[in-house]
């Protein structure tokens, strides 16, 4: 039930852009994204409800393919900030608790 | 978004003994979750809590061991009894934004079993 991401850990460069996908075995109605630096809580980053919805902020942006049960996490050009371990989650039980994915770790280097 | 204050951030601890952690959000909140992070791992939700009934509990958790409390709408505690090494985790409370909005976490209790 849990939704695997993949790759489980990319390094970049400054200024490079990576691509962090979201794998369901199940329906995903909704796709939940967060970061988490080392030590902190995770943070919310976005949520697509729909399935061919594309959203995003800044140089973060996520799609939500809701036939193939998969969501996608664009980062363009990378800072140096986006170092951490990204998560997408989805809603089971209509809203009702988060179960997140296996994670995925970013390291941004100068 | 709500803000949760959880207590304590960290404790280190016997085997055989409980922690409670603590949980209070700055608004009125139907449900409470509860997450354990294990070393290196994902969140993994150990329960839900509701105000005024029995927490719901996931695959793999029983109340026994992580018996929750959530007497008024702001507030829940979690305890971690009889505590071993592989208890070690971080333990965090979180609420949902609604419908259109991302989950809150509190800023976790690292938990350390000596």
């Known amino acids: 039930q849990q939704p695997v991401q993949s790759p489980q850990a990319v390094i970049l460069r400054e200024g490079e852009d990576a691509v962090i996908n979201c794998s369901s075995s199940k329906a995903l109605y909704s796709v939940h994204w967060y970061r988490q630096k080392h030590g902190e809580a995770p943070v919310f980053l976005m949520i697509?409800?729909?399935?061919?919805e594309q959203k995003g902020h800044d140089k973060i942006s996520a799609s939500f393919n809701e036939k193939k049960q998969q969501s996608s996490l664009y980062l363009t050009a990378s800072q140096l900030s986006y170092s951490g371990t990204y998560f997408c989650g989805t809603e089971v039980g209509g809203f009702q608790k988060l179960v997140f994915g296996t994670g995925t770790r970013l390291l941004v280097s100068p | 978004s709500a803000v949760i204050s959880q207590k304590p951030s960290r404790d280190i601890c016997q085997r055989g003994t409980s922690l409670t952690i603590q949980c209070q959000v700055d608004s009125q909140v139907t449900m409470m979750f509860w997450y354990r992070q294990q070393p290196g791992q994902s969140l993994t939700l150990i329960a839900t809590a509701n105000q005024g009934s029995e927490a719901t509990y996931e695959s793999g958790f029983v109340i026994d061991k992580f018996p929750i409390s959530r007497p008024n709408l702001t507030f829940s505690t979690l305890t971690v009894s009889n505590m071993s090494p592989e208890d070690s985790s971080i333990y965090l409370c979180?609420?949902?934004?609604?419908?259109?909005?991302?989950?809150?976490f509190g800023s976790g209790t690292r938990l350390t079993v000596v």
């Open positions: 979180s609420v949902s934004g609604g419908e259109f909005n991302g989950y809150t």
């Open positions: 697509l409800l729909k399935g061919g």
